[in-house]
């Protein structure tokens, strides 16, 4: 069982690969693909106590966890739209602490498994037609000032979508 200071990065801390070879990329679209389907089997037979469970301590109820990679997701769509659309844009940030706060965190999480479920049917058949040119089109993120090319952010939403259904796969683990 992981220690609550493990919780915070159960699969580690993102790494940026240092390649970007058509394998890599085909691996993380179908990693992408997947995560809804894997998502809605492991908290489908949670009860709501459970959905209701900290992480770790401090950390986001699973819950919230589920309603984040909706929001988190949709967001990232967008940016890749815009990279898509516009050269090299600037993409909003948004405060993902305070959202988990908001009274829609609090619903069951069918809603939000049903988001991540279109949300991923749109980004793995944007993914899947992707040209050289396009993986290498990018985004700035005005937090950090990194220009991000869209192969690097579809190897992040992998990790972000392995990173919280590690949460809660550990967190069940737990009970």
């Known amino acids: 069982m992981l ?3 493990q919780m915070r990065f159960p699969i580690g801390k993102f790494k940026a690969p240092l390649t970007y070879i058509a394998e890599d990329k085909r691996r ?3 990693e992408i693909k997947l995560l809804p389907g894997q998502l809605r089997n492991v908290v489908m037979p ?3 106590r459970q959905l209701d469970t900290q992480y770790r301590t401090g950390g ?3 819950r919230q966890v589920v309603h984040h990679l909706a929001d988190s997701h949709m967001n990232s769509l967008t940016r890749f739209k815009l990279a898509l659309t516009e050269d090299t844009p600037i993409i909003k940030p948004y405060e993902e602490g305070d959202w988990a706060l908001l009274p829609d965190y609090r619903l069951a999480v069918e809603p939000s498994l049903r988001m991540l ?4 049917q749109h980004m793995t058949t944007l993914f899947e037609s992707f040209t050289d040119t396009e993986w290498n089109l990018s985004f700035i993120h005005p ?3 990194e220009t991000v090319p869209l192969k690097k952010a579809v190897a992040t939403y992998a990790w972000h ?3 919280h259904l590690a949460h809660i796969t550990e967190t069940i683990r737990r009970f």
């Not at 479920?117 to 991923?120: A, N």
């Open 46 to 48: 949670l009860t709501e």
């Open 28 to 30: 993380w679209i179908s």
């Open 60 to 62: 986001w109820t699973l």
């Open 3 to 5: 220690t609550d200071k």
């Open 117 to 120: 479920e279109g949300i991923h």
């Open 161 to 163: 979508g392995k990173h």
């Open 143 to 145: 937090a950090s000032g």
